[in-house]
Nanobody, 121 residues
Framework: VQLQASGGGLVQAGGSLRLSCVAS????????MGWFRQAPGKEREFVAA????????NYSDSVKGRFTISRENAKNTVFLQMNSLKPEDTAVYYC???????????????WGQGTLVTVSS
């Protein structure tokens, strides 16, 4: 499966952005989809993940209550709605596909190219 992330940009603290990740391939609906982020000089960290049917989600503590992950299998798309953004949310955001609901980036064999989110104070 190939992934294409988009929707990043520059936003002021307290603002919102919605990221999208479109997948190619007919098996998108069978994958767990996750969002990760990587700030300069830091390791890639887990943000959120959603099961193939959307019935289960998982969030990192740092974004819980502010970010929402969702998916539309008919459109091969997963979204990350980001509200109440903070400067520390600044990073390149990546979407990934996995066979299981996991926060470990090593367990995601498929990745998109990343989209930059910059939050100004």
């Amino acid at each position: 499966v190939q992934l294409q992330a988009s929707g990043g940009g520059l936003v002021q603290a307290g603002g919102s952005l919605r990221l999208s990740c479109v997948a190619s391939g007919r098996t998108f609906s069978s994958y767990v989809m996750g969002w990760f982020r990587q700030a300069p000089g830091k390791e890639r960290e887990f943000v959120a993940a959603i099961t193939w049917g959307g019935w289960s989600t998982n969030y990192s503590d740092s974004v819980k209550g502010r970010f929402t992950i969702s998916r539309e299998n008919a459109k091969n798309t997963v979204f990350l709605q980001m509200n109440s953004l903070k400067p520390e949310d600044t990073a390149v955001y990546y979407c990934g596909a996995s066979s299981k609901l996991t926060p470990k980036p090593d367990e995601y064999p498929y990745w998109g190219q990343g989209t930059l989110v910059t939050v100004s104070s």
